[in-house]
C-alpha cells in the first residue's frame, strides 16, 4: 500500500531534549516536506526537501533541522525542543512539480513541558 | 505577502449544496489545490484547479477564477461524513504549497 509512515503518532517531552520525528515513504517521491498544523493558522511549512541531499527552508524553519540521506526518509530534528514547538506536524510527500498533490502522513502530535 | 482566506466554519444541512469559498494572494501561482481534513487525521487530496472554470468530481467540484484570486469548492448531496477540515492551498511556484487555515464544515442531520 503507497503510504507516508511518521513515527511516533504521540509524544511527550521536556524542553531542551533532544527528539527525532521519522517519516519514510514508499511512493518513490522525489519532493518530501514537513509542515506544523497550529488552531487559527493552518498548515505552514518547515523544511522541504526536492531530492537527495537537497533540501531548504520553508515559512517556520527555525528550531528545525533535516536531513536527506536516502530517498524515502525525511526525519525532522529538533535539538532543543521549547514549549512553542508544540504542535501537530505532517510530513508529505509529492512526485514533485505544481501539479503533484501532496501525499500526507499520519501526524504527529508533539508536546513539549 | 502571502495570503490565503477562506471561512473558518460553516454549517449545512444533510442532502443540501454547500460552497467553501476562498481567496488567494500569493507571489506566483500555479494552481490552487483543495484538500479534506477529517478531525485527528491527515489531510486527503481533492482537487487541483490551475485554468479558469470548473472540475467536476463527482459531488465535488472546484471553481478557479485567476483573475480574481478567488476558488471555491461546491459539495453537492452532502452526507454527515462530510463533516471535516477543507483546506485551501496555493502552489506558489517550484516547491512551496501555501496553506489557508482551513475551513471546519458541520453536516447536520
Known amino acids: 500500500e503507497a503510504q507516508v509512515t511518521q513515527n511516533p503518532r504521540y509524544l511527550i517531552t521536556v524542553t531542551g531534549k533532544k527528539l527525532t520525528v521519522t517519516c519514510s515513504q514508499n511512493?518513490?517521491?522525489?519532493?518530501m516536506s514537513w509542515y506544523r498544523q497550529d488552531p487559527g493558522l493552518g498548515l505552514r511549512q518547515i523544511y522541504y526537501s526536492m531530492n537527495v541531499e537537497v533540501t531548504d527552508k520553508g515559512d517556520v524553519p527555525e528550531g528545525y533541522k533535516v536531513s536527506r540521506k536516502e530517498k524515502r526518509n525525511f526525519p525532522l530534528i529538533l535539538e532543543s525542543p521549547s514549549p512553542n514547538q508544540t504542535s501537530l506536524y505532517f510530513c508529505?510527500?509529492?512526485?514533485?512539480?505544481?501539479?503533484?498533490?501532496?501525499?500526507f502522513g499520519n501526524g504527529t502530535r508533539l508536546t513539549v513541558t | 505577502g502571502q495570503n490565503i482566506d477562506q471561512p473558518t466554519e460553516m454549517t449545512a444541512t444533510e442532502g443540501a449544496i454547500v460552497q467553501i469559498n476562498c481567496t488567494y494572494q500569493?507571489?506566483?501561482?500555479?494552481?490552487l489545490f483543495w484538500y479534506q481534513q477529517h478531525a485527528g487525521e491527515a489531510p486527503t487530496f481533492l482537487s487541483y484547479n490551475v485554468l479558469d472554470g470548473l472540475e467536476e468530481k463527482g459531488r465535488f467540484s472546484s471553481f478557479l477564477s485567476r483573475s480574481k484570486g478567488y476558488s471555491y469548492l461546491l459539495l453537492k448531496e452532502l452526507q454527515m461524513k462530510d463533516s471535516a477540515s477543507y483546506l485551501c492551498a496555493s502552489n506558489t511556484g517550484g516547491f512551496k504549497t501555501i496553506f489557508g487555515a482551513g475551513t471546519r464544515l458541520f453536516v447536520k442531520a
Open positions: 500569493t507571489s506566483g501561482f500555479n494552481g
Open positions: 511512493m518513490n517521491h522525489e519532493y
Open positions: 508529505a510527500s509529492s512526485l514533485g512539480g505544481a501539479r503533484a498533490p501532496l501525499h
